[in-house]
């Protein structure tokens, strides 16, 4: 019974790549620039806005990194399973070998003894 190591695709998996979140965060800021009347002051609506274009990419961020965690999370559970099922399947197959010892063990102590002078 061979199962794969699924360690090299959780590390994969696992990788974060923070360059689009860089990228989306500089988008964002440059648009409070353009936001910015004359005077240099900010309106309600144009500040909650802002404040939503800001929000987007850390957000976004967070929800990659809990689907990744989730996809880690069922990747644990399954093998934790195989796990188990593997140490069952072990410990049966310990206690047949122990059986077929006690077997050998005991068809050896009844052959007849033989004497070579």
Do not use: C, W
């Amino acid at each position: 019974m061979k199962h794969g190591n699924g360690a090299s695709e959780i590390n994969k998996s696992s990788e974060v790549d923070f360059s689009e979140t860089i990228l989306d965060l500089t988008s964002a800021r440059n648009s409070v620039r353009q936001v910015k009347k004359s005077d240099g002051s900010l309106e309600a609506q144009d500040a909650g806005t802002l404040v939503l274009q800001l929000s987007e990419a850390p957000r976004g961020e967070i929800e990659r990194i809990v689907g990744t965690l989730t996809t880690l999370l069922r990747k644990l559970e399954t093998e934790g399973v195989r796990i188990q099922l593997d140490i069952e399947d072990y410990a049966k197959l310990n206690q047949r070998v122990m059986q077929l010892t006690e077997i050998v063990v005991n068809s050896v102590e009844r052959l007849p003894i033989q004497r070579v002078d």
